[in-house]
């Protein structure tokens, strides 16, 4: 069994930057792939980013490109999500979930599906408004 617990969202304006974390507990952290799935307003979820267990990394929205960054700190069991210049479609609820089936080893080439992945956490919520 892996938890899994977002914190750091908040209201934050145009062009601002916020940092999300995603605390592990339990066995075999090392074992997953780890992505932030970003749902917006009305919208099904989507996977933005993935790091696997050497930190290594896979973009799988477009748009975050050259704004946000995905890091691993497995010394903590921690991964984060650095978020600058923000826009008002980056709001929604962000949520860390982990992806087994490579045993950690990659992350998918493309974003897995929700049923997908083996854990998910309870999510944080992002406003950018001004």
């Known amino acids: 069994q892996l938890q899994l617990v977002e914190s750091g969202g908040g209201l934050v304006q145009p062009g601002g930057s916020l940092r999300l974390s995603c605390a592990a507990s339990g066995l075999s952290w090392e074992y997953y792939a780890i992505a932030w799935v970003r749902q917006a307003p009305g919208k099904e979820r989507e996977g933005i980013l993935c790091?696997?267990?050497?930190?290594?990394?896979?973009i799988y929205e477009d748009s975050v490109k050259g704004r946000f960054t995905i890091s691993r700190d497995n010394a903590k069991n921690t991964v984060y999500l650095q978020m600058n210049s923000l826009k008002p479609e980056d709001t929604g609820v962000y949520y860390c979930a982990a992806d087994g089936r490579s045993a950690g080893y990659y992350c998918a080439d493309y974003a897995p599906r929700t049923f997908e992945y083996d854990y998910w956490g309870q999510g944080t919520q992002v406003t950018v408004s001004s």
């Open positions: 790091t696997d267990s050497s930190g290594g990394y896979t």
